[in-house]
């Protein structure tokens, strides 16, 4: 049962069957994210007010330098996570290892991992234009009561028991999905409530929208070259929209609401792309499938990809159905 004075909180407790392992813990999870997410947006929202703008002055494992809203966003997350000792390790893009949560008096016994991009974005941070946060979970693979290994983070998408992202655009929305389709909340600031605006959110087949940095252009490989002068070409439907935020989530999130294609490809510079498996193309692959959408590198579904490394990169090409079926036609035949 939906309707639209629905809290998060209310409708969480209402699937909670609906999630095989039900013990409470999912939404306990949910929940903290939740809390964290509110923490997060009180920052963004008066980010010209505080200092929280600009470089924190250190350098990630990824070699970016990190944001102080980044590193912000980083704690909140981490420290509403292990206080509520639900989780047995966190993962994060501003993290260069695994971080080991204790449960209660200290043991093992906690069953998911949290991966997370506690701030995507980042470059938008600074010019007031929307930025979000990704996480995905997992239900370790380690026998509880054993301190949580990489093996419990290096599963593939597939495995998700959950994901979902928060963007802090003109409101704040929590979308997420339990493998059960996708569902949107709206932050209500004045109230600080969720509500359920946004009910089993669906990609359209096709759109008319296409997203990617044609500043890269001439270093994209042949048939990304080939795909986005398709869009290009006067025919049908076509020339395509081009709209590129430059903030995977808002990119995302627009493309499922009106239709559109999001490709961050593989370049000589970035010969495996720019974005992290883990915590950025594997939650958003898990949702626009839940979506009815499609995710893949071009060549391989990205939530078949079995994981090597914590911080490894993909090419990403993520939308509509069947505008990702004919760029991956015409990357297979380039
Ligand atoms: O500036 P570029 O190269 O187009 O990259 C933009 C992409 O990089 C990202 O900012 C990477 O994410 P982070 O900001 O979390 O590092 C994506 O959100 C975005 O889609
Ligand atoms: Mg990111
Ligand atoms: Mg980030």
Redesign the pocket.
């Known amino acids: 049962m939906r309707h639209k004075n629905q809290t998060l909180g209310e409708f969480i407790i209402e699937n909670q069957e609906e999630f095989k392992y039900s013990s409470g813990e999912l939404s306990r999870l949910i929940n903290s994210i939740r809390l964290a997410a509110k923490v997060v947006n009180h920052e963004v929202n008066k980010a010209g007010l505080v200092d929280i703008l600009g470089a924190a002055g250190e350098t990630n494992v990824q070699g970016?330098s990190q944001q102080k809203l980044d590193v912000y966003a980083n704690e909140a997350f981490i420290k509403t996570l292990t206080n509520r000792e639900i989780v047995c390790g966190i993962a994060s893009?501003e993290e260069d290892h695994f971080i080991t949560i204790k449960g209660r008096n200290q043991n093992n016994d906690n069953k998911y991992v949290v991966l997370i991009?506690p701030?995507?974005?980042?470059?938008n941070i600074d010019v007031n234009v929307s930025v979000g946060t990704i996480f995905s979970i997992y239900r370790r693979v380690t026998p509880s009561g054993t301190p949580v290994t990489l093996e419990d983070f290096l599963q593939p998408g597939n495995k998700q028991v959950a994901a979902g992202y928060i963007i802090y655009g003109t409101s704040t929305m929590i979308v997420y999905t339990t493998g059960h389709g996708v569902n949107g909340f709206t932050l209500n600031p004045a109230i600080g409530t969720y509500y359920h605006s946004h009910p089993n959110m669906q990609f359209p087949e096709d759109g008319t929208i296409y997203s990617v940095?044609e500043g890269?252009y001439v270093h994209f490989p042949q048939g990304v070259k080939d795909y986005i002068k398709y869009c290009q070409r006067e025919e049908g439907d076509r020339p395509y929209t081009s709209r590129y935020i430059?903030?995977?989530?808002s990119?995302f999130h627009r493309n499922m609401i009106k239709g559109g294609i999001y490709i961050?490809p593989n370049t000589a510079k970035n010969p495996d792309g720019?974005?992290r498996l883990l915590y950025?193309c594997n939650p958003m692959a898990f949702i626009a499938e839940q979506a009815g959408g499609l995710a893949s590198n071009g060549f391989t579904r990205i939530l078949d990809i079995q994981p090597t490394e914590l911080h490894q990169r993909v090419p990403f090409i993520c939308g509509s159905r069947n505008m990702v079926l004919k760029a991956e036609e015409f990357m297979q035949n380039a």
């Open positions: 970016e893009e991009d701030l995507d974005g980042s470059s940095n890269n430059g903030s995977l989530v990119d961050y720019k974005l950025e």
